[in-house]
């Protein structure tokens, strides 16, 4: 069964930082884009970044290029996501899903998701 997890949200005031983890199981880094999503209320997932099976990175939305870095551990089969310099904006919930090999600007090809983890930006 292809499972996975999201933790690290939280509360955090503007400009501090987060790690985000997506530990996965039932599933390959070696085989598998993993993507982070954000979803603010009232709004569709919007794609922030993506790493592909063989470690490409592709951006997604442009307010966040600077800030956050995707890495993985394909030995704890583990993707995160480094969030600096957090603004209130960046606030909602945060998804990671797979997809095979290659990322995707469409959210509707990653077939499997996590539950997602609430970031909350406020002082």
């Known amino acids: 069964q292809r499972q996975l997890v999201e933790s690290g949200g939280g509360l955090v005031q503007p400009g501090g930082s987060l790690r985000l983890s997506c530990a996965t199981s039932g599933l390959s880094l070696d085989l598998n884009a993993i993507g982070w999503f954000r979803q603010a209320p009232g709004k569709e997932p919007e794609g922030i970044v993506c790493i592909s099976s063989s470690g490409r990175i592709t951006d997604g939305v442009d307010s966040v290029k600077g800030r956050f870095t995707i890495s993985r551990d394909t030995a704890e089969n583990t993707v995160y996501l480094q969030m600096n310099s957090l603004r209130p904006e960046d606030a909602g919930v945060y998804f990671c899903?797979?997809?095979?090999?290659?990322?995707?600007?469409?959210?509707?090809?990653?077939?499997?998701w996590g539950q997602g983890t609430q970031v909350t930006v406020s002082s």
């Open positions: 899903a797979a997809r095979l090999w290659s990322c995707s600007t469409s959210n509707n090809e990653y077939q499997f």
